[in-house]
């Protein structure tokens, strides 16, 4: 029984570090391109959508205020959170264009995997960031992005939770936040 669960284990972190290869050869491919930056985010899109689980990650950084927020709440967040988590990454784009990787070892952490990778870029000094890899209706996706050792959802969960203390726990307000902040990278 041991062996077997090993090899399960072992098998989806073999599964994980596919996954994250492919997906970074895919962002590569993207940002090296000479497509215009209206195309290059349209296809950044479509592979953030189907490989990261947004709405996992945005109601692990809401935190215990998720079950406080309405149903209405809830999905307006949502929606702003993927804009927000989206602009965020699509403004950074041109920072990486040269990249490459190299995949490291892959870790069984409960019911995820983390997947180690240095990324390389030109002029730049290699970065250790590490994928943690979970199954979402039997498929992998990326709840967490863990650049040389600073976890993005945690990062982002404290940075909301201090917004939420500083402004009475008024999830509302933090929708508003968002909202503004998802408007003004539209206008920039």
Known sequence: MLLMLGQARAGGAEDASRFIDTIARQLTEVLDSAESAADKRKRFLAIIDGAVDVDGIARFCLGRFWRQASEAQQQEYTALFHQALTNGVISRLGEYKGVRHTIGRSVPQNDSTLVQTLVLRPNSEPAHVDWLV???????????????????????????MSFLQRNGSNIQALIDQLRQQVGQSRSS
């Open 134 to 160: 979970h199954q979402v209706g039997g498929r992998p996706e990326i709840e967490d992005l863990i650049v040389e050792g600073t976890s993005m959802r945690i990062t982002q969960r404290s940075d909301y």
